[in-house]
């Protein structure tokens, strides 16, 4: 409930960003005995080829209308806009196609449901922020606990019952 009222309030003018996380933490289930080492993702970049057909594609439709508002021929602006399509379609062919090909590796485990926190983490503090402002703002909040609040990491933890 804590969480939707906060959502975008403005806080030493920056709205806040407020996200729960979708799975446990390397640390917390290394700690709960559960920790299974997962395999690094690496970025997909498409090939060249790519790139380059979808660059085509881009020029010849900008072509196409520049030659339609021209008031050319007819002919002409219809040849260059089903090119252009032709091109931007065999380019999304190869992009998907090429994304299904480049995935290896072990699968995915499934998604864990985690339970809400109780404690809400505010970084990114300025430096005029003070334990007891963070406090005065959370207070008008139901069950609202403490605040920790470390000066140093510019970061608070605040506690919720």
Same mark, same amino acid.
């Given at each position: 409930?804590? +969480? ?12 806040? #960003? ?26 997909? +970049? ?11 594609a881009l020029e010849e ?19 260059? *806009?089903?090119?252009?399509? *032709? ?13 299904? *090909? ?18 809400? +983490?505010? *970084? ?14 959370? #207070? ?22």
């Open positions: 409930n804590a +969480v939707v009222q906060m959502q975008g309030f403005p806080l030493f003018d920056r709205k806040m #960003k407020i996200a729960f996380a979708t799975a446990t933490s390397d640390i917390i289930s290394k700690q709960q005995g559960t920790f299974r080492k997962r395999p690094k993702r690496k970025r997909v +970049v498409p090939p060249p080829s790519i790139e380059a057909a979808k660059r085509k439709s900008e072509a196409g209308d520049e030659t339609g508002s021209a008031g050319g021929d007819g002919e002409k602006a219809s040849e260059s *806009t089903s090119s252009s399509g *032709t091109a931007s379609k065999t380019a999304a062919g190869a992009a998907s196609s090429g994304a299904a *090909t480049q995935r290896s590796g072990p699968p995915l485990p499934p998604p864990v449901y985690v339970p809400p926190n109780k404690e809400l +983490v505010a *970084t990114k503090l300025p430096d005029e922020c003070t334990k007891e402002m963070l406090e005065e703002l959370f #207070k008008g909040y139901d069950n609202f606990n403490s605040v920790r609040y470390y000066s140093v990491k510019h970061a608070a933890f605040i506690s919720y019952a």
